[in-house]
């Protein structure tokens, strides 16, 4: 007799594998890397920005899944409508009717977002860009997207078209015509728009890998120049947009920026289920969906999924009636503020950027001779190593969760949830205060840490 499924008996007795499984079925290099940094925790449960192991110790989570968990886990508000859909039975993707949570998602969504007019709804955020890509060829007729040096877009392969790290590009060519210009640079966008073929430039308002930000009024003098030269702005807001930044979208601190099309997605899925969206002005929408023809000529089999749209409803219902974007530029400011007060304090820390709860923290040279020759010794192995020293202790000794803000760089990128509170602020805080004591020390096992990265950097030469 078949025995019924039990997902909680599955879990309970083989959940105690989950790094033995891993490395045996799926990408053997991540329990690999988590071990020998000292990340492989057993995560029990989870609930707003804090994790908690099975001796109910909390961690608190600066990283939010990579931008995900916008909300935190677990949101009872989210939690109660993703439960209502399933209880519903809907009759979700037919394929051949129009269900309304779609458009009432894309409806709710609209009054965000001011200049646009229509969705289309995919299940990731490299699916949003891949779409916008297509959507300004096609709009266009032009072959080639410019995007902006260190850019990160995703991973699929026409988003790595207009990924800014070699890195993530190797080996994986021939891509799509693209060109990369330097961020802020006008003339450099200039020069190549004047070569007639350019269908787009697609830009992070704030870059995540180093939480670079786009020089003021650069976004709204690109966006002249594009449309001087009949091409479009795409503003990718996977990881910045629904108020990770202060605003509901980043672009919006700057008055005057319309983007053509802006993609979406992560904290729209309130951390269950995958979504992602991409959002453009009516013309466009219309000059790829021409005829019935072409009805089907862009679609997802599982986009506009009656669970995403649920989800994507309820998201937007938090942020407006828990005032999240408002608590984000408090919040933000605050962390920002008392992270920025550090850098006179510190020689080691070189500085604190970005807005909202979308922050930098910089490690640069120090000035001191002792700890100047051990800065130098780390860059020799390995640049990123000195920013990787932090994050470990941050876990390790004080049960914070934070990452590196890319490879080769030494930079920690702060996205946490945007439900984090003044407690919150204060626990990171006095954390990273401790860390960068013992980091200027002299000594002690932050050093002793570095010293094994270095031999691990060489070794992997």
């Given at each position: 007799m078949t025995k019924e499924f039990d997902l909680g008996a599955l879990l309970a007795d083989r959940g105690a594998e989950r790094y033995e499984l891993h490395t045996k079925y799926l990408n053997p290099q991540l329990p690999r890397m988590l071990h020998t940094i000292g990340f492989d925790k057993v995560y029990e449960r989870a609930e707003g920005a804090h994790f908690y192991d099975a001796d109910g110790n909390d961690y608190l989570d600066m990283l939010a899944g990579f931008g995900v968990m916008g909300l935190g886990r677990h949101h009872p508000v989210v939690r109660k409508a993703l439960h209502d859909v399933l209880d519903l039975n809907l009759a979700d993707l037919t394929r051949f009717d129009c269900q309304p949570l779609p458009g009432l998602l894309a409806e709710r969504l609209l009054t965000h977002s001011p200049h646009l007019d229509r969705v289309f709804f995919?299940?990731?955020?490299?699916?949003?860009?891949?779409?916008?890509?297509?959507?300004?060829?096609?709009?266009?007729?032009?072959?080639?997207?410019?995007?902006?040096?260190?850019?990160?877009?995703?991973?699929?392969?026409?988003?790595?078209?207009?990924?800014?790290?070699?890195?993530?590009?190797?080996?994986?060519?021939?891509?799509?015509?693209?060109?990369?210009?330097?961020?802020?640079?006008?003339?450099?966008?200039?020069?190549?728009?004047?070569?007639?073929?350019?269908?787009?430039?697609?830009?992070?308002?704030?870059?995540?890998?180093?939480?670079?930000?786009?020089?003021?009024?650069?976004?709204?003098?690109?966006?002249?120049?594009?449309?001087?030269?009949?091409?479009?702005?795409?503003?990718?807001?996977?990881?910045?947009?629904?108020?990770?930044?202060?605003?509901?979208?980043?672009?919006q601190y700057e008055d005057g920026v319309e983007p053509d099309l802006v993609c979406v997605a992560k904290a729209l899925s309130g951390g269950y289920v995958p979504v992602g969206a991409t959002l453009g002005k009516d013309w466009i929408f219309k000059k790829v969906y021409s005829s019935m023809d072409r009805v089907l000529v862009h679609s997802a089999s599982f986009g506009s999924n009656a669970q995403a749209m649920a989800a994507g409803l309820a998201v937007l219902s938090v942020?407006?009636?828990?005032?999240?974007?408002?608590?984000?530029?408090?919040?933000?400011?605050?962390?920002?503020?008392?992270?920025?007060?550090?850098?006179?304090?510190?020689e080691l820390l070189a500085d604190v950027r970005g807005r909202g709860l979308m922050i930098g923290i910089e490690f640069g040279r120090p000035s001191s001779l002792k700890l100047r020759s051990r800065w130098t010794m780390l860059q020799a192995a390995r640049k990123g190593l000195f920013a990787q020293m932090v994050v470990v202790p941050l876990l390790q000794r004080h049960r914070i969760l934070t990452q590196v803000s890319g490879d080769h760089l030494e930079v920690i990128k702060l996205i946490p949830p945007l439900v984090l509170n003044e407690a919150d602020v204060d626990r990171f805080v006095d954390a990273f205060t401790a860390v960068m004591d013992d980091a200027h020390s002299g000594g002690g096992l932050m050093w002793d840490f570095g010293k094994t990265l270095i031999k691990q950097a060489v070794a992997n030469r």
């Open positions: 995919g299940n990731s955020g490299t699916e949003a860009v891949e779409t916008a890509l297509k959507f300004a060829r096609y709009a266009t007729g032009r072959p080639r997207v410019l995007y902006c040096d260190h850019a990160f877009h995703g991973l699929t392969t026409g988003s790595l078209s207009v990924n800014g790290e070699d890195g993530f590009r190797d080996g994986f060519a021939p891509l799509l015509p693209d060109t990369a210009v330097p961020l802020g640079d006008l003339d450099a966008l200039a020069r190549e728009l004047k070569k007639g073929d350019v269908a787009a430039l697609i830009v992070e308002p704030i870059q995540g890998k180093g939480v670079l930000e786009a020089p003021p009024g650069y976004l709204r003098a690109a966006q002249e120049l594009l449309h001087r030269h009949k091409a479009l702005l795409i503003a990718d807001e996977v990881q910045t947009g629904l108020g990770r930044t202060g605003d509901f979208y980043a672009y942020m407006e009636n828990e005032q999240i974007v408002a608590g984000v530029r408090t919040t933000g400011g605050l962390l920002k503020s008392r992270l920025a007060a550090l850098i006179d304090k510190y």
